[in-house]
């Protein structure tokens, strides 16, 4: 499973980190919050191949991209 981010969504995170003048430690805090939900939810999925993380997810007005991959067909 491969993870991309958005650079709109880098940006995003760190304008949170700034505003609440946390440094590294709050950059962690701000992606564990909103990454949250993900971490619990994927690893029961087996067919996600790729997941995008978008400045309107940081923002929290939206969800993040996921794409499946292709079921194999068995004969």
Known sequence: ???????????????IALK?????RGLRSVL???MLDLMYEIP???NVS???ITEEMIKGLD???IVY???EKTA
């Open 1 to 15: 499973m491969e993870l991309e981010f958005a650079d709109e969504a880098i940006s995003a995170v760190a304008e």
């Open 63 to 65: 969800k993040p991209k």
């Open 50 to 52: 790729r997941i995008v």
């Open 20 to 24: 609440r003048e946390s440094g590294a």
């Open 32 to 34: 564990e919050s909103i």
């Open 44 to 46: 029961s999925k087996k």
């Open 69 to 71: 991959s292709k079921e």
